[in-house]
């Protein structure tokens, strides 16, 4: 079982960044995926979910408004679109999928930066 996160990298305030999840070893359309974030000295924070139907995607109220989450069940993936992007975006990010009440499978991060 693998995530993979990728996409990360250093932008302006106001920029965007699409960060993407690549899945293996799993059934993926069988499961809800989620984005986490920590930033530098904080504890891991809910960014967003998406179920395994795609509907109604949840977003942490931090994010609502600039960032999407979309899945494609062909290939396995799992996006983060992100929109107008703030200094205190700036985190690492983390994808995770899960099949019951709790995400318990989770992939490396990929660092976020947003200068201001």
């Known amino acids: 079982v693998q995530l993979q996160a990728s996409g990360g990298g250093l932008v302006q305030a106001g920029g965007s960044l699409r960060l993407s999840c690549a899945a293996s070893g799993f059934t993926f359309s069988m499961y809800n995926m989620g984005w986490f974030r920590q930033a530098p000295g904080k504890g891991r924070e809910f960014v967003g979910s998406?179920?395994?139907?795609?509907?109604?995607?949840t977003y942490a109220d931090s994010v609502k408004g600039r960032f999407t989450i979309s899945r494609d069940n062909a290939k396995n993936s799992v996006y983060l679109q992100m929109d107008s992007l703030k200094p205190e975006d700036t985190a690492v990010y983390y994808c995770?999928?899960?099949?019951?009440?709790?995400?318990?499978?989770w992939g490396q991060g990929t660092q976020v930066t947003v200068s201001s």
């Open positions: 998406i179920r395994s139907s795609s509907i109604s995607p």
């Open positions: 995770a999928a899960r099949r019951g009440a709790n995400f318990d499978t």
